[in-house]
């Protein structure tokens, strides 16, 4: 059986076409991105100087620039979705044949709460996580260029940056345990009331027959209650 490293693996193998896409698209959108102000800051200073013809030049080319960045900017969202349908497919597949190869016995042992669970949210938080990380990852390297500009500009600048950047870590990364606790309970609750209402569609003709809708109603009620108190 495999880990399941060894099936993000798979599906990151069979996402690579669209993995290089949205990688090169980032990297030209982020980039653009960071020139747009430049170039408007230029503009301002050639005003500023009464040299209105580079000043004009500048925001001419500065409005070609504006256009290429909405192109990219489309693109960049094409790219997030390709990449996302196609990991999700991926994941599905893989993830109803573990199902079909499994025992009977091992089945038995989930409920069709945590089964829709995870062939719906878990697959989507994975596939949604995945496409996300590239542009984390490129804004990491543009945070840094940041850094190296602030320093440029001034040294004292620049280590309020650092410090600043230093606290917002530091506070993301002692919250984060709690956050995962808090998704872990959310996660608990939101698979026991997927049980109790598919119980309920499952069981509907019983229900109507026994008369027992307001013992279900509450347990719904109750599990409902219970997920959005989770957090």
Same mark, same amino acid.
């Given at each position: 059986m495999k880990k399941p490293s060894d099936v993000t693996k798979l599906v990151l193998k069979k996402s690579k076409k669209?993995?290089?896409?949205?990688?090169? /698209?980032s990297i030209v959108y982020r980039a653009i991105a960071m020139i747009i102000p430049i170039l408007l800051s230029? *503009? #301002?200073?050639?005003?500023?100087?009464?040299?209105?013809?580079k000043a004009i030049s500048v925001s001419i080319l500065s409005i070609v /620039? *504006?256009?290429?960045?909405?192109?990219?900017?489309? &693109?960049?969202t094409y790219a997030w979705h390709k990449l996302y349908n196609c990991m999700y497919d991926n994941y599905t597949r893989i993830g109803v @044949?573990? *199902?079909?190869?499994? $025992?009977?016995? $091992?089945?038995?042992?989930?409920n069709i709460?945590?089964? &829709? @669970? %995870? %062939?719906?949210?878990?697959?989507? /938080? %994975?596939?949604?996580?995945y496409c996300n990380l590239i542009m984390r990852v490129i804004r990491i390297f543009e945070v840094l260029i940041i850094f190296v500009y602030f320093f440029m500009l001034d040294l004292y600048i620049g280590i309020t940056g650092i410090v600043v950047a230093i606290i917002s870590l530091s506070v993301i990364f002692l919250s984060s345990r709690t956050i995962e606790k808090l998704n872990q309970k959310k996660a608990i609750e939101?698979?026991?009331?997927?049980? #109790?209402?598919?119980?309920f569609l499952l069981s509907i003709r019983e229900i109507k027959?026994? @008369?027992?809708f307001d013992t279900m109603k509450k347990r719904i009620d109750d599990s409902t209650q219970k997920y959005t108190k989770s957090f």
């Open positions: 669209y993995i290089i896409f949205r990688t090169f /698209v230029t *503009v #301002i200073n050639h005003a500023t100087h009464g040299d209105y013809d /620039v *504006v256009i290429i960045f909405r192109i990219f900017d489309i &693109l960049a @044949n573990k *199902v079909f190869d499994n $025992s009977i016995y $091992s089945l038995s042992r989930f709460g945590e089964f &829709l @669970n %995870m %062939m719906s949210t878990d697959i989507n /938080v %994975m596939a949604d996580f939101y698979d026991n009331r997927n049980t #109790i209402v598919n119980e027959t026994f @008369n027992i």
